[in-house]
């Protein structure tokens, strides 16, 4: 600190006891610039250059903000250019998805699926995909390179379960091979004679013929699995289960020579016109069609008067 006096400031204060000073601050002389306050100054530029150059690189790269958005900011657009430029380029993958949900064009869809390396992604291409040629391609297909083996069969079975064509999914049937994809292939099924070829498939595993056979719904396609003798008895048993008719139920219950599915198919008659017909047939071959048929009016004629 630095006191000056002023009593020189009138000659009469000289006199005077008594003095008033005035105290001054002393401005500190500048310090010289260090080495470590320049290479902190020289980081910012250098920051400040990277954030430029980051800005005109994503500018001529095409990415704006909106590449950026989320969900519920995805334009209501039926625009397939814009959308498939969200559904390759947004950050974030639930806008990718629902950008991939909203197109339509099968060509633009088949190809994300090949280019894109997400499993989500393609999940959601299946899921748009309706060309019935791609999805059987996707199906047919074997080749993981480049993708877990584990996924591709998620592909490949979420591609069957969209497929309609019946040519089609027997195609995959017969060439696939594999009992996960061959359930797929049943549930797209509705081809009678197809689930019955399946049915009767001596190499097949038999929960798979058996899913078939429960896919039936042609009551004599299943009276001839029940009347094919190289059939399978389990085969023939679940084509028992599937029947309902009481026509058909009737047929094989006076022309089958198995003692056990004449007597199985009375059992499962409610008709009792055609129970009491039956009973008044007599089949010379063994069978007791007739003992059979008035064993089950009597259950039947008893829960009557029962319930």
């Given at each position: 600190?630095?006191?000056?006096?002023?009593?020189?400031?009138?000659?009469?204060?000289?006199?005077?006891?008594?003095?008033?000073?005035?105290?001054?601050?002393?401005e500190?002389?500048?310090?010289?610039?260090?080495?470590?306050?320049?290479?902190i100054?020289?980081?910012?530029?250098?920051?400040?250059?990277?954030?430029?150059?980051?800005?005109?690189?994503?500018?001529?790269?095409?990415?704006?903000?909106?590449?950026?958005?989320?969900?519920?900011?995805?334009?209501?657009?039926?625009?397939?250019?814009?959308?498939?430029?969200?559904?390759?380029?947004a950050?974030?993958?639930?806008?990718?998805?629902?950008?991939?949900?909203?197109?339509?064009?099968?060509?633009?869809?088949?190809?994300?699926?090949?280019?894109?390396v997400?499993?989500?992604h393609?999940?959601?291409?299946?899921?748009?995909?309706?060309?019935?040629?791609?999805?059987?391609?996707?199906a047919?297909?074997?080749?993981?390179?480049?993708?877990?083996?584990?996924?591709?069969?998620?592909?490949?079975?979420?591609?069957?379960?969209?497929?309609?064509?019946?040519?089609?999914?027997?195609?995959i049937?017969?060439?696939?091979?594999?009992?996960?994809?061959?359930?797929?292939?049943?549930?797209?099924?509705?081809?009678?004679?197809?689930?019955?070829?399946?049915?009767?498939?001596?190499?097949?595993?038999?929960?798979?013929?058996?899913?078939?056979?429960?896919?039936?719904?042609?009551?004599?396609?299943l009276?001839n699995?029940?009347?094919?003798?190289?059939?399978?008895?389990?085969?023939?048993?679940?084509?028992?289960d599937?029947?309902?008719?009481?026509a058909?139920?009737?047929?094989?219950?006076?022309?089958?020579?198995?003692?056990?599915?004449?007597?199985?198919?009375?059992?499962?008659?409610?008709?009792?016109?055609?129970?009491?017909?039956?009973?008044?047939?007599?089949?010379?071959?063994?069978?007791?069609?007739?003992?059979?048929?008035?064993?089950?009016?009597?259950t039947?004629?008893?829960?009557?008067?029962?319930?």
């Amino acid at each position: 600190m630095v006191r000056a006096v002023v009593a020189d400031l009138k000659p009469e204060w000289k006199d005077q006891k008594s003095f008033y000073f005035v105290t001054l601050k002393e401005e500190p002389a500048p310090e010289p610039a260090s080495g470590k306050t320049e290479v902190i100054g020289l980081f910012k530029i250098i920051i400040g250059g990277l954030a430029c150059l980051t800005i005109i690189v994503l500018v001529l790269l095409g990415i704006h903000a909106n590449d950026y958005l989320k969900v519920e900011q995805l334009p209501e657009t039926t625009d397939q250019t814009l959308l498939v430029k969200y559904a390759l380029k947004a950050k974030h993958l639930e806008v990718r998805c629902a950008a991939v949900a909203k197109l339509t064009d099968q060509a633009l869809l088949e190809k994300i699926f090949q280019e894109n390396v997400d499993n989500a992604h393609r999940r959601a291409v299946i899921v748009g995909l309706t060309n019935q040629a791609a999805l059987a391609k996707i199906a047919l297909t074997t080749d993981y390179t480049g993708i877990a083996e584990c996924d591709y069969e998620v592909y490949r079975a979420d591609a069957i379960k969209k497929l309609t064509d019946q040519d089609l999914l027997m195609n995959i049937y017969q060439k696939n091979g594999y009992k996960y994809f061959n359930f797929a292939v049943i549930e797209g099924l509705t081809n009678q004679a197809a689930l019955a070829k399946i049915a009767l498939a001596g190499d097949e595993d038999y929960s798979v013929r058996q899913a078939a056979i429960k896919k039936i719904t042609d009551q004599v396609m299943l009276m001839n699995l029940i009347k094919d003798e190289t059939a399978d008895t389990n085969v023939r048993g679940a084509a028992f289960d599937c029947i309902t008719d009481q026509a058909v139920l009737a047929k094989i219950a006076l022309d089958s020579t198995c003692k056990v599915y004449c007597a199985y198919a009375i059992r499962k008659l409610t008709d009792q016109a055609v129970l009491a017909k039956i009973a008044q047939e007599d089949r010379q071959d063994g069978c007791r069609t007739a003992e059979e048929a008035k064993d089950r009016l009597h259950t039947l004629t008893f829960n009557q008067i029962r319930y």
